[in-house]
């Protein structure tokens, strides 16, 4: 069922429930949106779950998921269900920081189902908004484990 990320996660398509490796037999899981973006659920296991045990499971937050065809993280589809509307199936908008080579915020957002990026000085445009996360699969581990995340952790009776 685990295969390479360039047999899985570069052929998903929004609405996919995804599995992947944090550690040896241990899983996050996420849902794809529009733009290669993945809303991480809040949900850890050991072997691997099925997808209704974490369709229920609103996002704890969104990254871009960025897959070099090289990249050996084992990951799982577990399945797909189709979002209500295609609106629904774009991800919410997130900021990059201003930073020594650009003073400006820079919101990536949809409007309807068009992607943008809007440039702002003002930190107030931004209030509410995720900093925008550009991961890549392997990086997914480390980057639960640095936030220190409590998250129920399930035991998979499917092989990994």
């Known amino acids: 069922m685990a295969s390479k990320p360039k047999a899985t996660l570069r052929k998903t398509k929004p ?3 995804v599995a992947i490796a944090t ?3 241990e ?3 996420a849902r794809f949106y529009r733009d290669r973006t993945i809303g991480v659920l809040p949900v850890l296991s050991r072997g691997l779950v099925s997808l209704d045990e974490v369709s229920g499971f609103e996002p704890a937050f969104f990254a871009r998921l960025w897959v070099y065809d ?3 993280t084992p990951a799982s589809v577990l399945g797909h269900r189709a979002f209500e509307s295609e609106e ?3 991800p919410p908008p997130q900021y990059y920081p201003p930073d020594k080579f650009d003073p400006d915020y820079r919101i990536h957002g949809f409007n309807h189902t068009l992607y943008y990026i809007k440039r702002t000085s003002n930190p107030e445009d931004v209030r509410g908004m995720e900093e ?3 991961l890549q699969p392997g990086d997914l581990g480390p ?4 936030k220190n995340v409590e998250w129920p952790r399930l035991q998979g009776t499917l092989a990994g």
């Open 15 to 17: 609405g996919d429930y």
């Open 23 to 25: 550690g040896a037999n």
């Open 27 to 29: 899983y996050c899981y």
């Open 70 to 72: 090289d990249d050996p």
């Open 88 to 90: 629904a199936s774009c």
């Open 132 to 134: 925008y996360l550009k």
């Open 143 to 146: 980057y639960l484990a640095k």
